[in-house]
């Protein structure tokens, strides 16, 4: 099994920043991509940032150049850096990590955290 924790959310007014963190642990061979969506009230769950395992970095438009997705393979753990945070970035955030849990198996499977909750006050 493998165990997504988050960490980082909070209540923060328009204009501040936040950090969020999202550690995998348990049986993992490798870790393809890692990412963020987030889920606003009565609204669909939107991809928000994504990292693959060479460095390569993805964002939604709504939040290219105030967002920074980071990972740190040896810790398999991703970041997401919130600045210049807007009220309509509130949401709950849950943090997503496709991951190949065995050397003899090529399936890949993706895994969600239980979700933290980011609030932009106005």
């Known amino acids: 099994q493998v165990q997504l924790v988050e960490s980082g959310g909070g209540l923060v007014q328009a204009g501040g920043s936040l950090r969020l963190s999202c550690a995998a642990s348990?049986?993992?061979?490798?870790?393809?991509?890692m990412g963020w969506y987030r889920q606003a009230p009565g609204k669909q769950r939107d991809s928000v940032a994504r990292?693959?395992?060479?460095?390569?970095?993805s964002y939604a438009d709504s939040v290219k150049g105030r967002f920074t997705i980071s990972r740190d393979n040896a810790k398999n753990t991703v970041y997401l850096q919130m600045n210049s945070l807007k009220p309509e970035d509130t949401g709950v955030y849950y943090c997503?990590?496709?991951?190949?849990?065995?050397?003899?198996?090529?399936?890949?499977?993706?895994?969600w955290g239980q979700g933290t909750q980011v609030t932009v006050s106005s």
């Open positions: 997503t990590a496709d991951i190949r849990s065995r050397s003899f198996t090529t399936i890949v499977q993706r895994y």
């Open positions: 348990g049986s993992i061979f490798s870790i393809l991509s």
């Open positions: 990292i693959i395992s060479g460095g390569t970095e």
